[in-house]
């Protein structure tokens, strides 16, 4: 299994960012893709999820009003996208796969991020104020 996120950077605050995630060596519609941060000091924060079956997307309450993602199934790759931005946003992003179970499987992956199996190998956004 291959998790590969590009998109990370450098942003000013209130400005935008779109990371992308393409997952490869899994069934997409068996799986719930994420999102999880890291900053600095801080606990792991699972912010969002996507599963293709059903289409099933959640977001965290820290995130869920600046906040969209796209997809394109056909290609395996999901496309978060931050509005917005804020200094709190700094932080270590992975993408993330884990087995779905039901249509809200990417609701307890948000709040138990650890629960993921699968993980990319990260990409840093900063953002300036």
């Known amino acids: 299994v291959q998790l590969v996120e590009s998109g990370g950077g450098l942003v000013q605050a209130g400005g935008s960012l779109r990371l992308s995630c393409t997952v490869s060596g899994l069934t997409f519609d068996d799986y719930v893709i994420g999102w999880v941060r890291q900053a600095p000091g801080k606990e792991r924060e699972g912010i969002e999820s996507?599963?293709?079956?059903?289409?099933?997307?959640y977001y965290a309450e820290s995130v869920e009003a600046r906040s969209t993602i796209a997809s394109d199934d056909a290609k395996s790759t999901v496309y978060p996208k931050k509005n917005s931005r804020i200094p709190e946003d700094t932080a270590e992003y992975f993408c993330?796969?884990?087995?779905?179970?039901?249509?809200?499987?990417?609701?307890?992956?948000?709040?138990?991020?650890?629960?993921?199996?699968?993980w990319g190998q990260g990409t840093q956004v900063t953002v300036s104020s």
């Open positions: 996507y599963s293709s079956n059903g289409g099933n997307i």
């Open positions: 993330t796969a884990g087995a779905r179970f039901t249509a809200y499987s990417g609701r307890v992956y948000i709040s138990k991020p650890d629960q993921y199996k699968n």
